[in-house]
């Protein structure tokens, strides 16, 4: 693997590349989709569109009669079994593709990019903060401009989707919608998870206090100034930039903004460093506090790196 620029005329973007010549936008013709009717114009080796694909289907594995919306010959659960990590050693359940859990996928490795050093543990090519970069989605049909590692935006890498479990159409990136995915917990797996989390956030915060308690009505202040910093949605919630469970956050309004319950959940205790870099980048964007403490926590990260 190397780096290459693209040849596409009036392109010249930097891509990672095992020979070819030009960047994922431009390694296709635009064309027309096929279909009658469809006048979508779109790069990509299909010659329908992927919307005229996306269809209401049954599953072709055998014994499965799923019915789903897509454009894939088999449903998600097909494509995903559940499975045991092949490693005699590990005993671990997960759902893909590969024969190996993440863990035993990840090794120690150094960034091939030109000029980067980098070392971390993962399994890609790059460091995170090599392929983190601004970029425009690459669905022709959208201009959306963001930071990040993806092809596509968040937006549209979303689709509409029927639930596994519910048959309900939802839009999202899972098999399950939300609610759906909380009822397969056991209840009173539910009702331990419930209780231990608001004792340890309870306790977390009152061990971050940095000039007392954050007073009920500033949380809500700080809600209505929605919306979410990180999606652009109706904020209902507020997060902490930095977490208080592991990364050692304080309980402060400097450390606060408005977020919806999605961003909220899937951030969880992780760094900005460590989640989904399009919705951080449209943070930093929006919100000078993400911003600050964006920068600081890449500090930190390349301190660790060269240490």
């Known amino acids: 693997m190397r780096t290459a620029t693209c040849q596409e005329s009036r392109c010249g973007r930097q891509f990672t590349s095992a020979g070819g010549r030009y ?5 296709y013709p635009e064309r027309e989709c096929l279909v009658d009717g469809c006048i979508h114009r779109f790069r990509a080796s299909n010659r329908i569109c992927s919307a005229c694909r996306e269809i209401f289907r049954e599953c072709a594995s055998d014994g499965c009669d799923a019915f789903y919306k897509g454009n894939a010959r088999h449903c998600r659960a097909c494509l995903t079994p559940e499975r045991t990590c092949a ?6 359940l997960f759902r893909g593709t590969t024969r190996l859990c993440w863990e035993h ?5 150094t960034c091939e990019a030109d000029g980067c050093e980098n070392t971390y543990r993962g399994t890609t090519l790059l460091c995170l903060s090599c392929r983190t970069v601004e970029r425009e989605c690459s669905n022709e049909d959208c201009t959306t401009m963001y930071w990040g590692d993806r092809a596509l935006c ?15 159409e939802f839009r999202g990136r899972t098999t399950r ?8 917990i056991p209840a009173e797996v539910r009702a331990a998870i419930s209780r231990a989390s608001g004792n340890a956030y309870r306790a977390r915060k009152l061990a971050a206090q940095v000039a007392g308690p954050v007073p009920a009505a500033e949380y809500q202040r700080i809600r209505a100034e929605g919306p979410c910093v990180y999606c652009g949605g109706a904020a209902t919630e507020v997060d902490h930039i930095r977490p208080l469970a592991t990364h050692g956050g304080w309980e402060h309004a400097s450390n606060l903004v408005p977020a919806c319950r999605t961003c909220n959940a899937s951030k969880s205790d992780r760094l900005l460093t460590e989640w989904d870099q399009v919705r951080v980048f449209r943070a930093v ?19 660790v790196n060269d240490a």
């Open 285 to 303: 964007r929006t919100s000078e506090k993400v911003a600050v403490e964006y920068e600081c926590q890449r500090q930190e990260l390349v301190g």
């Open 87 to 92: 490693d005699p050693d590990c005993l671990t």
């Open 154 to 168: 968040h937006g549209c890498r979303m689709s509409d989707r029927i639930c596994s479990d519910c048959e309900k």
């Open 105 to 109: 996928r990840a090794v120690d490795r």
């Open 23 to 27: 960047c994922s936008r431009h390694r």
């Open 177 to 184: 919608c939300g609610p759906c995915w909380w009822a397969q």
